[in-house]
């Protein structure tokens, strides 16, 4: 799912789509195991296992489909194989008689999509993927029921080459590939829709006739392809069959981690078809939300950390196995619930519609044109007018908050020297606090922060503080980048709302922190919020005694730092904090005026390159802007002096 929000002063940060975490851990255990069957191939066995593959015995196409699979993790062999048109043997694989041909091929063609991107997937897509892919879910709609019967509705733990693990083996690969083509191949949608295979993907999401395991990995993939899909929307539309199933669905019992990831995923399918429901889904869906949110999940991974040594033997025990699991999956619906939540605040108000009305079209901002660039996470549009109140009626914004806390640093410890099971969750958790930081982002301006409660404010500034210069252990870049764009965001909410920022009270000190970050994080996207953010302390009042500090900081973003994006936001403000008049005592102190009228004509220079070079236009029309405003903002300098 895409997180979406309003832009101000750049394009939002995309977060991949939590939904897919499970699939990644699949990808490394094949990984794993592969390293020596893409050697071979790489070593120019290719031919022999591609001529396994069209032979007329099935057992030889297929262990052909299964080591060509293992080839495939190395991204090296692929153009070596694609030249050897591997992919029109692996799709007419995939509609072969043996259900152990057809699930191996699945999973090479998944391999491929991973290790060769975008490009192999548009070409997947041209030579009719999808028509195969509907082929298979089309098949799998009676077959995958069938199999589960005889299993007993569970997959099997001791034979796992039977007849009917293959078959649910070969739902879970197809279920894979579709989300890989649909995440990844621009073009994929239109041939989705024309396939067919949404009807078959919607009636095997269904925990009743499939393992819940199996009926989760079918939502999370229904779950990708109706995202931004009238087609989608209209196939709801035109069956309330179906729509009543999934709102039931949605609220199905069971408290373990399978039942709750389960809930959240449907909840995100709805969302996605939210014109084709009646308004009470809205209540429905916050009500899955929140039970998910509301959640701690400290206990449980303090269970984990005291398991570790057992989880990292050769036998793990099932109870043991269990409880990572439950851990995992608890993790992954709480990310979802974010990635909903925070989307929701983004939505209009005729997202939710009366059934027998007209569905409305989603104006939500295109945000792909902002992809690949520098952002901070801004202000999301006010979503329904109901919502504010909902989401206070529920105490969401502060168990958001809550979810956004770090670890004891000692447990952060523990996991971090586990490379093996403590790492990989301990980043998994990282990931789930990022994604509750972008929801509380775009909760900011739906929250009246005018409440009598002075503390509010302060306490709100010093949880985003905390986690900004105490990030957690082994985090991934993008979670400074979003603490600081949510510290970034708020900060703008205050100020642009008159006497706000008095009842704020930062600590004056909290500017040495953060003009580190803005002179010396080694992330561009972090620099730039930092230098937003200077430019925000620099306009309250408590911090006019460090007024000279400040414009160092933003002297040094527009004369010494290398990113365009900063420049842009160094002038930006500059014009802020150094309108007036009272300030120009400083002005004069820092030298700003030449600076400035040097900053022109390197400005100039740099746009005449971007154009040239043709880097995105967003960035463009910022330097562009910024160009104007610095020329109007030197002449008005000058006439304050006169």
């Known amino acids: 799912m895409k997180v979406k929000s309003n832009r101000k002063r750049g394009p939002m940060h995309r977060h991949r789509p939590a939904h897919m975490s499970h699939m990644e851990e699949v990808e490394e255990e094949d990984r794993d195991a592969g390293e020596a069957g893409?050697?071979?191939?790489?070593?120019?066995?290719?031919?022999?296992?591609?001529?396994?593959?069209?032979?007329?015995v099935a057992e030889q196409r297929e262990f052909g489909c299964a080591t060509v699979a293992v080839a495939l993790l190395d991204p090296s062999t692929v153009p070596l194989l694609l030249r050897q048109n591997v992919t029109r043997i692996l799709l007419s694989c995939l509609g072969d008689a043996?259900?152990?041909?057809?699930?191996?091929?699945?999973?090479?063609?998944?391999?491929?999509t991973i290790s060769g991107g975008s490009e192999v997937c548009d070409r997947l897509v041209q030579e009719s993927v999808m028509s195969a892919i509907a082929a298979s879910l089309a098949h799998y709609v009676s077959a995958a029921p069938a199999a589960a019967a005889v299993l007993g509705g569970r997959r099997a733990k001791t034979d796992k080459h039977s007849d009917e693990e293959t078959t649910l083996n070969g739902l879970e690969?197809?279920?894979?590939?579709?989300?890989?083509?649909?995440?990844?191949?621009?073009?994929?949608?239109?041939?989705?829709?024309?396939?067919?295979?949404?009807?078959?993907?919607?009636?095997?999401?269904?925990?009743?006739?499939?393992?819940?395991?199996l009926a989760i990995i079918a939502a999370q993939a229904l779950q990708t392809v109706t995202e931004d899909n009238d087609t989608a929307m209209q196939m709801f539309c035109d069956s309330p069959v179906v729509a009543n199933a999934f709102v039931s669905m949605a609220q199905r019992a069971g408290g373990s981690g399978e039942d709750t990831l389960f809930r959240v995923v449907v909840c995100g399918c709805l969302f996605n078809v939210r014109a084709a429901l009646d308004a009470n889904a809205l209540n429905i869906i916050l009500q899955v939300v929140?039970?998910?949110?509301?959640?701690?999940?400290?206990?449980?991974?303090?269970?984990v950390v005291e398991s570790l040594p057992k989880l990292n033997k050769d036998n793990v025990a099932e109870k043991d196995k269990h409880l990572l699991d439950e851990c995992k999956l608890f993790l992954s619906a709480q990310q979802n619930?974010?990635?909903?939540?925070?989307?929701?605040?983004?939505?209009?108000?005729?997202q939710w519609e009366d059934r027998e009305e007209e569905g409305g079209d989603d104006d939500d901002d295109d945000v792909d044109a902002y992809d690949n660039v520098p952002e901070p996470v801004h202000e999301a549009a006010a979503g329904p007018s109901e919502l504010a109140g909902l989401f206070l009626q529920y105490g969401l914004p502060n168990k958001v908050l809550s979810r956004c806390e770090n670890l004891p640093v000692a447990i952060q410890q523990i996991l971090a020297g586990d490379a093996t099971v403590g790492l990989p969750l301990l980043k998994q958790i990282t990931g789930t606090q990022t994604r509750a930081l972008v929801c509380l982002s775009n909760m900011l301006p739906l929250l009246d922060l005018q409440t009598p409660d002075a503390s509010f404010l302060a306490d709100l500034w010093q949880h985003f503080y905390a986690l900004g210069t105490s990030p957690p252990l082994q985090c991934e870049d993008d979670f400074l980048e979003t603490v600081?764009?949510?510290?970034?965001?708020?900060?703008?909410?205050?100020?642009?709302?008159?006497?706000?920022h008095a009842r704020l009270a930062i600590p004056v000190e909290h500017l040495v922190e953060v003009r580190t970050l803005a002179m010396a994080s080694a992330q561009e996207q972090v620099r730039m919020n930092a230098v937003g953010l200077v430019g925000c302390l620099g306009r309250?009042?408590?911090f006019q005694p460090g007024l000279q500090s400040i414009g160092e900081v933003l002297i040094h973003a527009i004369s010494v730092d290398q990113s365009l994006w900063v420049l842009a936001e160094g002038l930006n403000s500059i014009f802020d904090v150094f309108a007036e008049p009272e300030v120009n005592a400083v002005f004069v102190q820092l030298q700003m005026a030449p600076v400035l009228e040097r900053t022109v004509n390197v400005l100039k220079a740099k746009l005449k390159d971007a154009r040239k070079d043709k880097l995105d236009r967003a960035l463009v029309g910022r330097l562009d802007e910024a160009k104007t405003n610095l020329v109007r903002f030197i002449k008005y300098k000058k006439a304050q002096f006169k």
Do not use: K
Request: one cysteine or more; a negative charge.
């Open 484 to 500: 600081t764009g949510v510290m970034w965001a708020f900060l703008r909410r205050v100020m642009d709302t008159p006497g706000l």
């Open 98 to 112: 043996s259900q152990p041909v057809r699930t191996e091929a699945a999973g090479a063609l998944r391999n491929l």
């Open 173 to 213: 690969n197809t279920l894979y590939l579709l989300m890989q083509i649909a995440e990844r191949a621009e073009v994929a949608l239109a041939h989705l829709n024309s396939s067919g295979l949404l009807g078959s993907l919607a009636m095997l999401v269904n925990p009743d006739t499939l393992p819940l395991s």
């Open 38 to 56: 893409a050697a071979g191939a790489a070593g120019g066995s290719s031919m022999n296992f591609l001529t396994q593959m069209t032979s007329d």
């Open 540 to 542: 309250i009042p408590a």
């Open 337 to 350: 619930a974010f990635e909903i939540l925070a989307n929701l605040c983004t939505s209009d108000d005729d």
């Open 290 to 303: 929140n039970s998910c949110i509301e959640t701690n999940l400290a206990p449980l991974v303090a269970q």
